[in-house]
């Protein structure tokens, strides 16, 4: 007698989150058609944490394949959230502002190069203090030159989620794409309760986190794109898709009148709830969020 | 912060191939296993808990014990306890014995 019990579909998935920095960026390009530029072999880590007593990585957290996407010339840079929270340092800024420069000489000698940013991040790393906020500055202003060329998808797969200086980065891109894991947001649940008080904001409410910074919000309230499964061929998909895409006819950060609207229209007289947000903001629903 | 250096001399076997494995993240490390320059095998390690040489002395005589490999061997540390230290090893010999 044997019984066969059937496994949910679960149980087959490839997670994308498990996987680490490298082996996300990996996931997402044309088999064989990478190569990493700057890999841990090379050495190139930070020269600041040593000095405060604490490991550096062989890759300062930051990895770059180059290669294509769907056949078309593409650069990957990823985070590594296991490593000082994904933190951007001087070294890892450096790399990610480096290979989207490289992507814009590219894209104007006329092989148009999208980038694609695996954000797992808090942010600036403290350690590095005003490097880490310099480098920041360095990869949105690279960032704004190259998406005149070409799209920049941002991927947002969790745990980490993607907070702090690289939130505007995300902002800056012209797609996001985010897991139900993941978290968007600017101060983290954890620094709004230090600095304001947890009346203000109880970081322990995982439930009231997601439902303000979760990947289903920020896509309901139209400041994400799509909402996918933490699947490694579903995400692979969806990125394929936006490189096939190309360029949004406007990017969202460049729709100010639109924002500064919906902000003065919104009702301050009590607590805004996350649902009543998506509804008015909901960009699918609504004619004049369309790009 | 703690560097540790260990040398295996007896560890002569020729081999070709790098790898590369595990995040320096909390309790875990990354290993950089590479062809020798020289004779024998050599261990760099930087940790970010001191005191624990000789724990790290035990895990790569143990390892040592039984690979021949001449590799060169660093590793950055934030915290891998000695179980996963000899996992890390043994993925990284996985990956250049393949």
Known sequence: MSTTIAAPAFVNRHSFIELDARARAQSLMDPGSWRELVGPFDRIESPWLPLQGIAPQSDDGCVVLKGTIAAAPSVVIALEGGFQAGSMGEVSGAKMTAALDLATQDSQKGKKTTAVLLLETGGVRLQEANLGLAAIAEVMASMLVLREHAPIITVIAGTVGCFGGLALAAGLSSYIVMTREARLGMNGPEVIEQESGIEEFDASDRGLIWAINGGEQRVAMGVADELVLDDAQEIAAAVQSYVKAGLPQVHRSQQVELYRRRIAALDTSGQIDPLTLRQSWNNKSREEGKR | ?98
């Open chain 2, 1 to 98: 912060m703690e560097l540790l250096e260990f040398d295996y001399p007896s560890a002569v076997r020729h081999v070709t191939r790098k790898a590369h494995v595990g995040v320096v993240g909390s309790g875990d490390m990354e290993v950089l296993m590479e062809p020798a320059e020289k004779e024998g095998a050599h261990v760099s390690i930087r940790t970010s808990v001191n005191g624990f040489g000789a724990s790290w002395k035990a895990v790569l005589d143990r390892f040592f014990a039984r690979y021949d490999g001449a590799v060169r061997i660093h590793i950055n540390d934030a915290g891998a306890t000695p179980g996963s230290v000899m996992l890390r090893l043994e993925q990284a010999v996985e990956v250049i014995e393949r």
